[in-house]
DNA sequence: TTAAATACTGACTGACTAATCAGTTTTGTA
DNA sequence: TACAAAACTGATTAGTCAGTCAGTATTTAA
């Protein structure tokens, strides 16, 4: 059984490599970010790099693996001894969560709004469902909040699904304008919050 | 006065070039598409891209400014002689219009949704220009309708800028599902009219 | 202690890259 | 026609890239 060695910061060499990808294809692009700068990053010999990740794409996969598990094991233990008020409540605060871990993990949210994972993801099918389990998951989060606060009166009689995406995706076009440096999402958190509660609370 | 020779659909060489490079560097990114490769789908030699554009990044930031007028002046053409029975029916014709440029131009979008050019806007005034004169033109137009249906009674009293940021930002969010192939935005278009309705009808 | 598995390295390769330049062809005009 | 400006090309360069490989160092388990 092989003892894997940790060095001062508790990580193996792998675990290493595979943050410094995270970032590094994060703020620069998968083809812009070469496996040099990975190794360097990290006193590592290219070599080493491919030693543990066979090929660049590779390193890419497990990095967008990494972001995955990330996102929704930090979801999960955020909803762990939770409780919320009603449907409404939970849907505040869950966008109050995701944009602060938008800012927290910003490597994580650049990686997820650039362009290569999503073209990779029409050739590779690993690729195709880290990308669908991510968002999956976070719509369902969105969702339920939807479904409880239908059932406790606080949300209108709306479609839960499509009412999840859009919320949603008014969420990830503001995280956007935050990891781009387009509009500070600090200003347009209360306007957001007010928008959705308009969305959810009213029947058209 | 040097008159240029345009070849059978009307575009000059150098036209032609841009409008490759606009569709490469949307697709594939910056990075991962070469001079070599623009060269070849226009039946030029890279020396001649290179003598109609000084850099690969001059020729990115000449694509960008395209762009960024051929939105802006889809817009003017789209408001020519166009009116709107109220700031609300505006609106909606907008969000509209704008889904269907992003169908048409999928290329314009997904260039303005790529990271390079945000990241080259740190460090090049020029780039930086163009990014704040279209996002500038694109929430000005939104805010135009909150404004217009403020004084028609067909908008609540809300802040105009604020609220046509959080609309913006939602249909930009839409805009990305479906320029990356995550969620069609035929099924959510008549969510978003209908969420958006009630941002601008309701005050909270 | 030892042997095997694991982790790692330096040196290398062939393909590709942005950019240059000297020289040729095409074009517009006087 | 003549000539100058503009448009264009082939060949080249210096550098970077992903990936390989033969061999070395370290770790683990017996």
């Keep these: 059984m092989p003892k894997i060695s940790k ?6 060499k792998k ?12 703020e620069q692009g998968f083809s812009n970010t070469s496996i040099t700068e990975v190794a ?3 006193n590592a010999s290219t070599a080493n790099v491919f030693y543990h990740f066979k090929t660049k794409e590779e390193l890419f996969l497990a990095a967008l693996q990494n972001v995955k598990e990330g996102i929704i094991s930090h979801f999960d233990e955020y909803f762990r001894d939770r409780e919320f008020e009603n449907g409404l ?3 505040e605060e869950i966008i109050a969560y995701y944009l602060y871990l938008a800012g927290a993990m910003g490597q994580w949210f650049l990686l997820l709004h650039s362009h290569y994972p999503y073209r990779l993801a029409l050739v590779n099918e690993v690729c195709r469902e880290h ?6 998951s976070l719509v369902e989060i969105f969702e339920k909040a939807v479904v409880k606060g ?8 709306v479609d839960s699904r499509k009412t999840a995406l859009v919320i949603f995706s008014m969420i ?3 995280v956007r ?10 200003v347009l958190f209360a306007e957001l919050i007010k928008s959705c509660n308009k969305i959810l609370k009213y029947k058209e």
Tied chains: 1, 2.
Excluded: P, Q, R
């Design 7 to 12: 060095n001062s910061e508790g990580l193996s």
């Design 15 to 26: 675990e290493e490599i595979l943050n410094a990808a995270i970032i590094l294809f994060a």
């Design 40 to 42: 360097k990053a990290t």
């Design 89 to 91: 409540k939970m849907m």
């Design 131 to 136: 990308l669908e389990k991510t968002y999956n």
């Design 150 to 157: 239908k059932e406790d009166g606080s949300i209108a009689d």
């Design 172 to 174: 990830e076009g503001v």
């Design 177 to 186: 304008f935050k990891i781009y440096n387009l509009y500070d999402s600090g």
